[in-house]
């Protein structure tokens, strides 16, 4: 049996092969994950600007309404709360920023070994880019996709597209 492992540089795919005994227990471990919160900070003051309290791992794609102000962070604070039934030896996950349907960065996230039948909090720094780097809300809005993938080591665990959208919040 085959699955394809995570993007390599350049955007290659590698193609992997796990047994039968692989592939049961990955499917465990799919079905005992689930993302039970989220939300994102200032990181300079922690003042939360966007949280999402309930969460729909089946959905393709979800959308968000962001506070645009959000984008004038110099550092966003990421919580994701998350429960497990299975143990996992090496939880990490790739997020990809798409805007119009073309790969524009992507980052990379260690969590390491989760402990089975556990409900944890993880917490992620993003930096900004420089100002003069950045878009702005008005041309991100609706056009960014953030595709979030959890891997237990190279073995993909949940993919999940979230369409972003920038809000005015200061009415």
Same mark, same amino acid.
């Given at each position: ?37 989220? !939300? ?10 966007? *949280?999402? %309290? =309930?969460?729909?791992?089946? @959905? /393709?794609? $979800? ?53 089975? !039948? ?10 900004? *880019?420089? %100002? =003069?780097?950045?878009?702005? @809300? /008005?041309? $991100? ?31």
């Amino acid at each position: 049996h085959f699955l394809f492992g995570p993007e390599e540089p350049l955007g290659t795919l590698r193609v992997m092969e796990y047994s039968e005994a692989d592939l049961y227990r990955l499917q465990q471990i799919r079905d005992g994950f689930s993302i039970n919160w989220m !939300n994102m900070r200032d990181a300079s003051t922690g003042e939360v600007l966007w *949280a999402q %309290e =309930e969460w729909d791992t089946a @959905a /393709e794609e $979800l959308e968000a309404q962001i506070p645009s102000r959000i984008l004038q962070c110099r550092g966003v604070s990421r919580e994701i709360n998350f429960s497990s039934i299975e143990a996992m030896s090496s939880l990490r996950l790739v997020q990809t920023v798409i805007f119009k349907g073309e790969h524009l960065e992507e980052w990379n996230f260690q969590f390491g070994f989760v402990i089975p !039948n556990s409900t944890n909090t993880w917490q992620q720094t993003i930096e900004a *880019a420089d %100002e =003069e780097e950045m878009l702005p @809300a /008005e041309l $991100l809005s609706g056009n960014v996709v953030i595709e979030t993938t959890f891997y237990d080591g190279d073995a993909p665990i949940i993919t999940q597209r979230i369409r972003v959208w920038y809000v005015d919040d200061t009415a």
